[in-house]
Nanobody, 126 residues
């Protein structure tokens, strides 16, 4: 299993970024996918998830600003982030599953290298 995030960087408040996650080594088309993040000095936070049929879910604080999408033909999942705020500064991770990811976060378990990417840094600062 390999999940490779890209698209992070530094952006000013109010700006936008689009994160990408390239997936391989598992049956992507039938897998739910999530984005999660970890801000400096804080724990992991689930951001958004998307099922194989395209059904999407978001954490309340991301609704209306973030959009998750996927391209099953390319085994890619994306996170479009608009109206970025300094508090969105974090390392953003791509992960397999939704319930599994949320349980991992809620229970403080370690991210598994077989279902989480290495992350991409997003910094929102003026």
């Amino acid at each position: 299993v390999q999940l490779v995030e890209s698209g992070g960087g530094m952006v000013q408040p109010g700006g936008s970024l689009r994160l990408s996650c390239a997936a391989s080594g598992f049956t992507f088309n039938s897998s739910a996918m999530s984005w999660a993040r970890q801000a400096p000095g804080k724990g992991l936070e689930w951001v958004s998830g998307i099922y194989s049929d395209g059904t999407t879910y978001y954490a309340d604080s991301m609704k209306g600003r973030f959009t998750i999408s996927r391209d099953n033909a390319k085994s890619m999942v994306y996170l479009q982030m608009n109206s970025l705020k300094p508090e969105d500064t974090a390392v953003y991770y791509c992960a397999i599953g939704i319930a599994k990811v949320r349980v991992t976060i809620a229970t403080g378990r370690e991210k598994g290298s077989d279902s989480w990417g290495q992350g991409t840094q997003v910094t929102v600062s003026s």
